[in-house]
């Protein structure tokens, strides 16, 4: 044999191995290895014989589909088969490395491993000794090999023992790759060891799953047996599954749940407690047993205590109580018969809407639930999963009134406004059963499966704005709105609840503390900027910390009382002041007044020209709507002031801009400020800095209502702002203000952008824009 590399004919072995010095028969039937055989005998008679990795693979093609060593063989025989095969009769030459492949050509090229002849006597003995420790497939170890290895004839012994110990073809290609005859007998030692280990490790798994299915089948076949017996003689089954269906029995379950809890009692029975399906079944079972099937609470009856319960718990609100009680007495008269709507309190946080939901559930006598929307994203929140999911569970809906124990909770939905969606489904769609008084008598989850009524439970969602709640939504809720609370309103609520309610839970005596009145009012004024009383609470608990921390260092000096100076020395100095630019007069500054979803706010609105193209352009992170307004209120002024200023739009760049850029603003509200801005900066008139407007304008100059107003007002008198100018639409909600709200302040309702500048620019009284010219009934009207 030659020790050059050398192509010769590929023969891939799917089955059975070859080692060199060994024969064997294999049986032929592929092409490309019929193709081999023929080239191999038509030549010298030479072939080159490997095991493929994967035997399932039909036509390998690549290196990596065989082992890294096969054997260079010699065809002695070729003989005609059935249905095209041929059975080759092969003996193995020597080892070989499978270095390339021409698959066009079926050759493969071969470096040949040289055979090293060291076997001892030793050796062979220590070998032997222990393959008679190994069982076989079949037979015995013939004491014969040890005489053959002596003799030399390794090829033939180890091409027996893998046969009669069952080596995989391609594992036994590895000994091949060994050029010391020693070694190579010592490897096929070690990977006997293995497949003997791995051979026991699988039988007796084996014989465990075997073991595990008799027994099953021996347990359901005497359970069987048990329950005829039984029967037979009048005795209960399994006491735990009696005991279930004992406490099912004692539910009121409706007719729908009753037949179901029924079917799937008598599944139970039949299943064997070691299945998956039988904790499945129990589960749910265990779910219709401790649901609120119509248990209720006693209701308050009396709605003069539901009035003194809101007045005890909650100071001012009165438009919000007064909505709230009558919304529960008429509840209260349809009885059964009512459904009437869900309720949705609207407003700034802070304000109370959650505290308002628990002194509802209070004053009724029913129990209160809470469950937060904000950030949900999966309809299975509210629905719940199908059973057949693994660790499937019912909605929170459902999951809440399990826990509670009644079917007429007080049930608040807090920051509806606030649900998400994604790929999982819409929530908000998910609720729409829920929140629908006509059809959420008849709710389904999914887990259930059956109908379960919610006509009873009273649901209050709360949201920061009713824009962020889907349309649909909205629509089956009644919405009563929180607004902002006033200065004094803010001072008695500190001094009557939040005051107390941190001392209680700081461990403050009022001997150790008091807080005055001034030092509430610098509190609101100075530390906190806010339309609810969150933040004030917060600072007053900042206070309680610091006394309870020089309590128990012994550095307290007795009672303290808190003023203003020295609430400076506890909290610092003050974070907010009254707006510097309120008392600036500067061309181009104008105040404006915004609604957002936390109260009132004034925004200081900026106005500047230079030569240019007629650009527009708008700084302050503006939405689409204000960026449109702006549009708006530049081609109203552009029609009032081209002909009387002298400045040419066309060549001329106007620049607005809203302060505090990283906010973002929006909304048509500011209108009539952005228009007032722009005049202002055209004619170098500086407009009154105590004045603040609102107020949507249109292209023809009309002034249109807003919405927001007390929020706007408040936020306005926090300020220090004098005088508002707002649409003449909106007069009915300023009558509908508190004269405490109104108190100090001015109001100049408009119909037009005429009016606004009549009062921001009293020397142009007599100027009306293009399309406003109003009728003398108008004028007469204005004048009285």
């Given at each position: 044999m ?19 010095g ?35 693979v ?11 060593f ?19 009769i092969?003996?193995?030459?020597g080892?070989?490395r ?11 090229e071969?470096?040949?491993v040289?055979?090293?002849?060291d ?23 013939d ?8 003799n ?29 005859q ?18 026991s ?6 014989a465990?799953?075997?073991q ?10 005497l359970?069987?047996i ?24 004692r539910v009121a ?15 139970l ?40 319960s ?31 709507s ?50 499937a ?33 819409d929530p ?10 006509e ?7 999914h ?54 309610r ?8 009022s001997?150790?503390?008091?807080i ?22 917060r ?13 128990l ?10 003023d ?7 909290l ?25 979803e ?16 007629g ?16 549009q ?8 009032i ?9 066309a ?12 906010t ?19 004619r ?23 919405g927001?107003?007390k ?16 649409p ?7 009558e ?5 709200i ?43």
């Amino acid at each position: 044999m030659k020790d050059e590399m050398e192509w010769l004919p590929l023969l891939p072995l799917r089955e059975g191995a070859l080692l060199p010095g060994g024969d064997s028969r294999i049986y032929v039937g592929r092409p490309q290895s019929l193709d081999a055989v023929r080239k191999a005998v038509a030549a010298d008679g030479r072939i080159f014989c490997i095991a493929q990795r994967d035997g399932a693979v039909e036509n390998p093609q690549d290196l990596a589909d065989f082992a890294e060593f096969g054997t260079l063989a010699r065809v002695l025989s070729s003989k005609p088969g059935p249905k095209g095969t041929r059975t080759v009769i092969l003996h193995g030459l020597g080892g070989a490395r499978l270095v390339r492949l021409d698959q066009n050509k079926g050759m493969a090229e071969v470096e040949p491993v040289s055979d090293v002849a060291d076997l001892d006597t030793l050796a062979i003995e220590r070998c032997m000794s222990a393959l008679r420790r190994f069982k076989t497939r079949g037979g015995k170890l013939d004491p014969e090999l040890k005489l053959e290895l002596q003799n030399g004839h390794i090829g033939s012994v180890l091409q027996h023992i893998i046969g009669l110990y069952g080596i995989p073809p391609f594992i036994a290609a590895e000994l091949v790759g060994e050029a010391s005859q020693k070694n190579r007998l010592e490897r096929l030692v070690s990977i006997v060891e293995i497949q003997q280990e791995t051979g026991s490790i699988r039988e007796e798994m084996h014989a465990r799953v075997k073991q595990r299915i008799r027994d099953t089948q021996r347990e359901y076949v005497l359970r069987e047996i048990l329950r005829d017996v039984k029967g037979e003689l009048g005795v209960d089954g399994n006491a735990e599954e009696d005991d279930l269906a004992a406490a099912l029995a004692r539910v009121a379950l409706p007719r729908e749940a009753r037949q179901r809890a029924d079917r799937e009692l008598k599944r139970l029975e039949v299943i064997p407690p070691m299945s998956p399906e039988y904790g499945v079944i129990r589960g749910y079972l265990e779910w219709l047993r401790d649901l609120p099937w119509g248990v209720v609470s006693k209701e308050e009856s009396d709605i003069r205590k539901v009035r003194r319960s809101l007045e005890a718990s909650h100071y001012g609100l009165e438009d919000v109580k007064r909505g709230i009680l009558e919304f529960v007495a008429a509840r209260r008269l349809a009885g059964d018969k009512g459904r009437g709507s869900i309720l949705c309190l609207v407003g700034p946080p802070g304000t109370g809407k959650t505290s308002l939901a628990m002194a509802m559930a209070e004053a009724l006598g029913r129990k209160f639930v809470r469950m937060s929307l904000g950030g949900m994203r999966d309809e299975a929140e509210i629905r719940g999963h199908r059973r057949t999911y693994v660790g499937a569970m019912p909605g929170r809906i459902i999951q809440h009134l399990r826990k509670i124990g009644s079917a007429n909770p007080v049930f608040l939905l807090d920051e509806i406004d606030k649900l998400g969606n994604d790929y999982r489904g819409d929530p908000s769609s998910a609720l729409l059963e829920v929140l629908d008084p006509e059809i959420n008598s008849a709710f389904q989850d999914h887990y259930l499966e059956v109908e379960y009524d919610l006509s009873q439970v009273f649901f209050v969602t709360t949201a920061n704005s009713i824009h962020g709640i889907p349309g649909p939504l909205a629509d089956r809720m009644e919405v009563i709105a929180i607004p902002g609370y006033t200065e004094a309103e803010k001072r008695a609520i500190a001094l009557r609840y939040l005051v107390p309610r941190q001392f209680e839970r700081n461990g403050i005596r009022s001997e150790d503390l008091e807080i005055l009145p001034e030092a509430v009012d610098s509190l609101i004024g100075g530390y906190t900027r806010e339309a609810g009383v969150r933040g004030l609470e917060r600072e007053i608990q900042r206070i309680c910390r610091k006394k309870a921390l020089a309590i128990l260092e012994k550095k307290s000096k007795g009672r303290e009382k808190v003023d203003p100076v020295m609430l400076t020395r506890v909290l610092g100095k003050p974070r907010y002041k009254n707006s510097e630019t309120l008392r600036i007069d500067r061309p181009g500054l104008v105040h404006g007044l915004a609604w957002t979803e936390v109260g009132g706010q004034v925004l200081d609105i900026e106005a500047r020209y230079a030569s240019g193209q007629g650009r527009l352009v708008l700084t302050g992170k503006l939405g689409t709507v204000m960026q449109e307004s702006a549009q708006t209120a530049l081609s109203l002024v552009r029609f009032i002031a081209g002909g009387r200023e002298g400045l040419d739009f066309a060549a001329t760049d106007f620049h607005v801009h809203v302060p505090e850029a990283a906010t973002p603003k929006d909304g048509p509200s500011a209108g009539i400020t952005i228009a007032c801005a722009i005049l202002s900066a055209v004619r170098g008139q500086a407009a009154p800095s105590d004045t603040a407007l609102t107020g949507e304008v249109t292209l023809l100059g009309r002034v249109l209502p807003i919405g927001g107003l007390k929020e706007k007002v408040l936020a306005a008198k926090r300020l220090g702002v004098r005088r508002i100018i707002l649409p003449e639409g909106n007069r009915p909600d300023l009558e509908e203000l508190d004269r405490e709200i109104r108190k100090g302040l001015v109001f100049v309702p408009v119909r037009d952008f005429a009016g606004v500048v009549r009062e921001m620019f009293p020397e142009e009284g007599k100027l009306s824009a293009p399309g406003t010219r109003r009728t003398r009934r108008e004028q007469r009207k204005d004048e009285q």
